[in-house]
């Protein structure tokens, strides 16, 4: 690629990390930075209720620049709607500065990369500025070493291996001991990428915007098969399920203070993930935003608030190992103050 290939094409930032690693949290750092860029962000969403676009959405400032794809799982379907999403930012006039992709915390990130190679129109607009990883220094480790069954791909792993920059995110959770180890597992998967400690996501934008990081030589190094377009996708998700249910009403608040212990107690290693826009009865127009990344968790209140005639629709969703449907949509429909 020439320099001025590189200084036309709109960069694009492969945001992946593992589910709950930081991946939105960066993104919110990012779009609230001081750098006068037009940026879109295009997310993606394991589940048919998306959170992520509620999350991010208020940090943006027009509501088309965020395109949503809540298609399910991921990589091995994602590059049809991705390819619509990147022409349809390509065919607006407002032209963007950057791009950013925040993949579904289960996806393996090389079917989303190869669509930059693959389709002429992408490849001749966008080039991939940087694939970013963020690992979450609690909980990377686990997800690296669990093993799957026929040889099937670890998608903790290949998005470590895959990285050019990775944040070692979440450092205020373990010690320095435990950092150094997991700076050495992360190396002997990718030894060439940047890594970089972080809380809270929050890195200079310099280090992770504009930085054109990317390399097609090194990507054909981790996988030689890269651009080979027959090549039999091994991405199993076996048990790993995503439950996303919706809730019209006020909840009460003991009721689900209760219920998330209880559950989160009862599923740490199998619930990878949960989260929510909540409302809560004798609240005002307060929106609740609940996060758990196995049995951490975060809860309050979120910048934004109902708007006025807006649905009080609780949206919650877990993403984990055998879940149990039923038990979840009636656990927390329970939780509802007014039945
Ligand atoms: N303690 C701690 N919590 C963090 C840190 N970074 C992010 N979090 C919290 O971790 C939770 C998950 O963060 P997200 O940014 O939503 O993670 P994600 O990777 O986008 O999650 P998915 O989109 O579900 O895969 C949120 O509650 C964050 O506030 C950190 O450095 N330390």
């Given amino acids: 690629m020439s320099a001025e290939d ?44 998306s959170i992520d ?42 032209k963007f500065d950057a791009v950013i992709i925040e993949t579904t915390g289960l996806a393996d990130p ?20 940087s694939i970013l990883c963020l690992a979450d220094a609690k909980h990377v480790a686990m997800h690296m070493e669990e093993e799957k069954p026929d040889g099937a791909v670890n998608e903790a792993v290949q998005q470590v291996a895959f990285a050019d920059r990775i944040l070692l995110n979440k450092i205020d959770l ?18 060439s990428a940047d890594v970089i400690k972080t809380q809270n996501s929050v890195v200079d934008l310099g ?74 009865e004798g609240q005002g127009d307060a929106k609740f935003v609940f996060q758990g990344v196995h049995e951490q968790i975060n809860f309050g209140p979120s910048a934004s608030t109902w708007a006025e005639g807006e649905p009080r629709v609780n949206r919650m969703v877990f993403i984990g190992r055998n879940l149990d449907r039923k038990a979840l949509e009636a656990g927390f429909r329970g939780c509802l103050a007014t039945k």
């Avoid at 373990?174 to 150094?180: D, Q, Y």
């Fill in 174 to 191: 373990v010690n320095e001991e435990e950092i150094a180890t997991l700076e050495k597992t992360i190396r002997s998967v990718n030894a």
């Fill in 53 to 94: 676009d509620a999350l991010v959405s208020e940090n943006i400032k027009e509501k088309e620049d965020i395109i949503s794809m809540d298609n399910g799982c991921v990589c091995c379907t994602v590059r049809g709607d991705l390819v619509r999403a990147l022409l349809t930012l390509k065919d607006r006039e407002k």
């Fill in 110 to 129: 090389a079917p989303v990369a190869f669509t930059f190679f693959i389709n002429p129109e992408i490849a001749e607009h966008y080039r991939i500025d």
């Fill in 207 to 280: 280090v992770v915007l504009g930085v054109n990081s990317f390399s097609l030589e090194k990507t054909l190094e981790t996988d030689p098969s890269f651009l080979d377009e027959n090549k039999e996708n091994k991405h199993n998700l076996t048990g790993v399920s995503s439950v996303g249910i919706a809730v019209e009403g006020e909840l009460d608040f003991a009721a689900m203070n209760e219920f998330m212990m209880n559950l989160l107690q009862a599923n740490a290693t199998n619930m990878y993930r949960s989260k929510g826009v909540l409302c809560f």
């Fill in 6 to 49: 590189a200084i036309e094409k709109t960069p694009v930032t492969i945001v992946t990390g593992f589910l709950g690693a930081g991946k939105t949290t960066l993104v919110n750092h990012i779009l609230r930075g001081q750098h006068g860029l037009q940026i879109a962000v295009i997310e993606n969403e394991f589940g048919a209720v």
